[in-house]
């Protein structure tokens, strides 16, 4: 089973700054191409952006120039940097792993933007 394991979830005011990360095995860090995705109440599941092994970078239009998707390939560890986050952004935050037709998926952390 492979895991993924994300943390750095939490509350956060209107206009902070929250950092997430996921941390995957090697094997599976040096192939797939990782993401993050997001979840709020009785919403689907939407993509906030991906990064490939290149480091070229995908973004949801809804969080452009706010978040920050990096990697770090010595660590095998992706990270997930937002700012100016708004009360829409409260979801649970899912990493990602993806490569042709297999897919694993981390257990979640919640972030909650409120006042």
């Known amino acids: 089973q492979v895991q993924l394991v994300e943390s750095g979830g939490g509350l956060v005011q209107p206009g902070g700054s929250l950092r997430l990360s996921c941390a995957a095995p090697r094997s599976i860090f040096s192939t797939y191409v990782m993401g993050w995705y997001r979840q709020a109440p009785g919403k689907q599941r939407e993509l906030v952006a991906n990064i490939r092994i290149s480091s070229s970078t995908n973004y949801a239009d809804s969080v452009k120039g706010r978040f920050t998707i990096s990697r770090d390939n010595a660590e095998n560890t992706m990270f997930l940097q937002m700012s100016g986050l708004k009360p829409e952004d409260t979801a649970v935050y899912y990493c990602?792993?993806?490569?042709?037709?297999?897919?694993?998926w981390g257990q979640g952390t919640q972030v909650t933007v409120s006042s």
């Open positions: 990602n792993a993806r490569f042709l037709g297999s897919e694993f």
